[in-house]
């Protein structure tokens, strides 16, 4: 990621592609940073104007913030320091989903449409057992110091799935998580003291007041948790269309970046963009 953009406050992003018309802006997974979106950013912007970014805390946004950390004031930056005062379509994936979503609850009329791939974060309903054994592996690994074991828990939960073996998934799909999941631990390892800013009342209780169209994306061999926080988001949101892939668990946008960009196409023209 050379020739890294920054805003005054240190949120790192990229935008490219052609002016005219919302820009799409991607928010990536907890997993992740901006580069989950590599497979997918030629394509896009050779079509589309284009943002990505890393939410602070994660890729090449490693400062620690003055107050609260606050993901839905990174994405609000970046679109200040690049001058976007209209309506954008937000891409989030599973984290970045809940980003998303919580994002058009607070300013609505910066929010063109949402497409939620994974949808995670605060968007996830309740605790379901599969979750809650991957909580108890991470926080393990990382009371003892074992930044190894605490990436390969999330490769193992939220890239394999726990549905597959590490064998049935592209390896390179795991490398670049791991680089990713490493990184963000390294970045906030002293961070214990940083306070996370908490939406009040939270995006679940406020579903039904999303004015954006909203594509909701499932892999079927996610966690359970995912599947709730989906049929949530399919019962609650006012204007919602939901797809589901097979052959995917929490990352569909690295496991098939073909197939989501084509899905991702489809759904900006269905709204006229």
Do not use: C, K
Not at 169 to 184: G, S
Not at 189 to 206: I, S, T, Y
């Amino acid at each position: 990621m050379a020739l890294t953009s920054r805003t005054p406050t240190g949120i790192a992003y990229d935008r490219a592609g052609p002016a005219g018309g919302p820009p799409v802006v991607l928010i990536h997974a907890g997993v992740a940073d901006r580069r989950m979106w590599d497979p997918l950013w030629p394509e896009l912007t050779a079509e589309r104007d284009a943002i990505r970014l890393d939410l602070r805390g994660f890729g090449d946004s490693g400062d620690r913030p003055a107050g609260a950390l606050s993901p839905v004031g990174d994405v609000l930056d970046v679109l200040a320091a690049l001058g976007v005062t209209g309506p954008s379509h937000l891409v989030g994936a599973s984290y970045g989903a809940g980003v998303a979503v919580e994002l058009a609850l607070a300013e609505p009329s910066s929010v063109a449409s949402l497409l939620l791939a994974a949808p995670g974060g605060s968007l996830i309903p309740e605790l379901t057992p599969d979750l809650r054994t991957f909580v108890e592996a991470e926080r393990a690994a990382l009371t003892r110091g074992d930044l190894t074991a605490a990436v390969e828990a999330n490769i193992a939960w939220w890239v394999e799935g726990p549905q597959r073996r590490g064998d049935e998934v592209d390896p390179a799909v795991r490398d670049l998580v791991r680089l990713m999941q490493r990184r963000a631990f390294e970045l906030t390892a002293d961070w214990d003291d940083v306070e996370a800013a908490e939406a009040d009342p939270p995006a679940l209780d406020r579903l039904g007041e999303l004015r954006a169209p909203t594509l909701v994306l499932l892999g079927a061999l996610d966690l359970r948790a995912i599947h709730a926080a989906a049929a949530r988001l399919t019962a609650d949101v006012p204007d919602v269309r939901r797809v589901d892939w097979p052959d995917v668990a929490h990352l569909p946008s690295l496991e098939r970046p073909s197939d989501f960009h084509a899905l991702l196409r489809d759904w900006l023209a269905s709204r006229g963009a």
